[in-house]
């Protein structure tokens, strides 16, 4: 059952790469862009956060707090964080769980991997709502980050 526009966000608490619990109730009153990536250190992954990591103003701005979650360990994404200097949280679901909630997990990735999240972009009002939801199926694309802050500057007062 895929998560549509006005459902309530599903929660959740992972680590994030300092290995504290992060929950998304800890938003609670600001907007969430909640994205899920495959894996750390991929051409497109790397590209996409990058992207992310250099108009972070525009979405503060607006706002949003940005999340980056994947399947990758505790460590691995310390490890991605620490030389790509990304400004916002990444979370490992290495347990699957909230990639499944979100529906956004391929049953098999590349060179045979299972379980491994799905590129996708959800816009998280500050009650927990749904506002935009995008999963793609094809890992070499990217979410339309236009359509994300278009989402987010109608949640503007």
Same mark, same amino acid.
């Given at each position: ?6 459902? &309530? ?6 680590? $994030? &790469? ?23 250190? &991929? ?100 979410? $339309? ?13």
């Amino acid at each position: 059952m895929s998560l549509k526009i006005g459902d &309530t966000a599903p929660a959740f608490t992972l680590r $994030n &790469t300092e290995k504290e619990l992060v929950s998304l109730k800890d938003f609670k009153g600001k907007n969430v862009v909640l994205l899920f990536f495959p894996m750390a250190f &991929t051409g497109v992954c790397t590209k996409e956060l990058c992207d992310m990591r250099d108009s972070i103003g525009d979405y503060e701005k607006l706002d949003a707090q940005v999340i980056a979650i994947s399947v990758d360990s505790v460590f691995t994404l310390g490890k991605w964080k620490e030389e790509q200097g990304f400004n916002f949280t990444l979370l490992s679901d290495f347990n699957k769980t909230v990639s499944k909630k979100y529906d956004a997990l391929y049953k098999e990735f590349v060179f045979e991997m299972k379980g491994v999240s799905k590129r996708s972009a959800f816009v998280i009002d500050s009650k927990g709502v749904i506002r935009y939801a995008e999963v793609l199926e094809n890992a070499g694309e990217l979410p $339309n980050f236009e359509a994300v802050r278009s989402t987010l500057r109608s949640l503007q007062n």
